[in-house]
């Protein structure tokens, strides 16, 4: 018979026992698990199954290859936020499509938080949504077929710009996930007022991978892929958007729209972005080659008057002056890379009473008109380029205004209204966007326009959303 001694040390090793094997109960699946991530990782990484390879590796090394949407307690709190956002997709004019939307369904979700701990395929869902949650920040910042931000150069841990895995991280730190990830959208006010009209429109549209083959919806997605191309700026800036024949001016209050004039088809005015830094009154005119040589030199071979009633000037490569003679202007049409015509300031000069310069490689101005009553036509595209703008004293207003310089707004107007010649560079330059939007909200009511360029259906195409 055992004495109590020896009964009381049998339950005491028994009890230590008990506490290894729990112990080891606990770990060996957690060890197994992060051993499985790294596996599928891996795994996913090899097979090209990835739309962020790098920036997903990244994440889980820096984790030690543990779960982010998982963990051992059977607790998933933000599993169900970063699914139901990739589910949310089309409210914010993203492709569903493009975040594993059939590995990543409701009903599969369902089953892996069912199903063991140490199943592989926790891990490789666990990856899938990472991967997409980088995917679908990635998108909302820059779109998905981003000309000057290709995705390839955002999946780099030396990348210089918006860092999307940095946002993922601070996501799951934050109580808000959702709020954080969409802090990635764009800041202008043109595309939150369509992105609220277009979840209106689809919040009630549910499912794993919901086609978008609806024509207005996809020109919602992809004017909204279009913003997200603009570089972010700081308020006041202006937009020009081509379709609209519209500028506004946007002061982080309100809004001020002018009308504008923009390239015909064949002579399209770009999309581009810069800063107005300064304006001129009064400015000379250097015509263009092209123009030059297929419009100016024919009515000018033609009409031995049409120079000098237009005030246009001839000067060689050396800035001599050359008179408007008949043989000097065969000259000209025979070697025009020779020669420089410029239109004197005044009334009928075709920048107008001032230009608003701002550096760009398309060399298009923003600039007032001698022909205002083009302004009163609906269709605009009537420029070989350049955009003119309607009241452009307004817009002097505004700037001046910004840049606390309206006691000099007089002495501008009169050097405009006399043609005499006067530069203002502004303290603060004003971010200019030209963009080409065929659909937008303005005052509340959803605006759609003419394809003038005829530039949706290939964007459509390229999003992938017929």
Same mark, same amino acid.
């Given at each position: 018979m055992e004495t109590p001694n020896c009964y009381l040390s049998s339950l005491k090793i028994l009890w230590i026992m008990v506490l290894l094997l729990t112990q080891n109960l606990i770990s060996i699946p957690a060890q197994g698990f992060q051993f499985n991530v790294e596996n599928q990782l891996n795994k996913a990484v090899k097979e090209h199954q990835l739309k962020f390879p790098i920036l997903t590796q990244k994440i889980y090394r820096d984790r030690n290859y543990q779960s982010i949407w998982f963990n051992i307690n059977g607790?998933?709190?933000?599993?169900?936020?970063?699914?139901?956002?990739?589910?949310?997709?089309?409210?914010?004019?993203?492709?569903?499509?493009?975040?594993? /939307?059939?590995?990543?369904?409701?009903?599969?979700?369902?089953?892996?938080i069912q199903i063991p701990i140490n199943d592989d395929v926790k891990p490789i869902i666990d990856v899938l949504i990472t991967d997409a949650m980088l995917a679908f920040t990635a998108h909302l910042r820059?779109?998905?077929?981003?000309?000057? $931000?290709?995705?390839?150069?955002?999946?780099k841990e030396?990348?210089?710009?918006?860092?999307?895995?940095?946002?993922?991280?601070v996501a799951i730190k934050n109580p808000n996930f959702k709020n954080t990830i969409l802090s990635a959208q764009p800041n202008y006010l043109g595309y939150k007022t369509l992105q609220q009209?277009?979840?209106?429109?689809?919040?009630?549209? $549910?499912?794993? /991978?919901?086609?978008?083959?609806?024509?207005?919806?996809?020109?919602?997605?992809?004017?909204?892929?279009?913003?997200?191309?603009?570089?972010?700026?700081?308020?006041?800036?202006?937009?020009i958007n081509i379709p609209a024949f519209n500028l506004t001016y946007y002061d982080g209050i309100t809004e001020q729209n002018f009308k504008v004039i923009i390239g015909k088809s064949n002579t399209k005015t770009p999309v581009l972005s810069s800063?107005?830094?300064?304006?001129?009154?009064?400015?000379?005119?250097?015509?263009?080659?092209?123009?030059?040589?297929?419009?100016?030199?024919?009515?000018?071979?033609?009409?031995?008057?049409?120079m000098a009633n237009n005030n246009f000037n001839i000067y060689d490569k050396y800035g001599n002056y050359i008179p408007a003679t008949h043989n000097n202007l065969l000259k000209v049409r025979a070697n025009p890379s020779e020669y420089t015509v410029k239109q004197s300031p005044?009334?009928?000069?075709?920048?107008?009473?001032?230009?608003?310069?701002?550096?760009?490689?398309?060399?298009?101005?923003?600039?007032? $008109?001698?022909?205002?009553?083009?302004?009163?036509?609906?269709?605009?595209?009537?420029?070989?380029? /350049?955009?003119?703008?309607?009241?452009?004293?307004?817009?002097?207003?505004?700037?001046?205004?910004?840049?606390?310089?309206?006691?000099?707004?007089?002495?501008?107007?009169?050097?405009?209204?006399?043609?005499?010649?006067?530069?203002?560079?502004?303290?603060?330059?004003?971010?200019?966007?030209?963009?080409?939007?065929?659909?937008?909200?303005?005052?509340?009511?959803?605006?759609?326009?003419?394809?003038?360029?005829?530039?949706?259906?290939?964007?459509i195409k390229a999003l992938k959303l017929n």
């Open positions: 607790k998933t709190p933000l599993i169900w936020d970063a699914v139901n956002l990739l589910k949310a997709a089309p409210q914010y004019g993203l492709n569903p499509t493009n975040y594993h /939307c059939n590995q990543l369904s409701i009903n599969t979700i369902n089953n892996a820059y779109g998905t077929i981003n000309p000057s $931000t290709p995705l390839l150069a955002i999946d030396t990348f210089k710009g918006f860092k999307v895995d940095s946002v993922l991280e009209q277009l979840e209106n429109l689809v919040k009630n549209q $549910t499912g794993d /991978c919901v086609g978008i083959t609806d024509h207005h919806i996809q020109l919602f997605f992809a004017n909204m892929e279009r913003w997200r191309w603009l570089s972010p700026v700081k308020q006041p800036y202006i937009i800063k107005i830094r300064f304006f001129t009154t009064a400015p000379d005119w250097t015509v263009p080659r092209s123009i030059l040589v297929k419009e100016l030199l024919p009515s000018a071979i033609k009409n031995n008057s049409y005044g009334p009928d000069n075709a920048l107008g009473q001032i230009v608003f310069n701002f550096d760009n490689s398309y060399a298009v101005y923003l600039h007032d $008109t001698p022909n205002r009553s083009f302004f009163d036509k609906s269709e605009r595209a009537l420029s070989h380029g /350049c955009i003119r703008v309607e009241n452009p004293d307004k817009l002097v207003e505004f700037f001046l205004k910004n840049d606390q310089a309206t006691e000099i707004l007089p002495e501008v107007l009169n050097a405009m209204e006399k043609y005499k010649r006067k530069r203002v560079y502004l303290k603060k330059p004003i971010p200019i966007t030209v963009t080409y939007l065929t659909m937008e909200v303005k005052n509340g009511e959803l605006q759609t326009y003419k394809d003038l360029y005829q530039k949706d259906k290939n964007l």
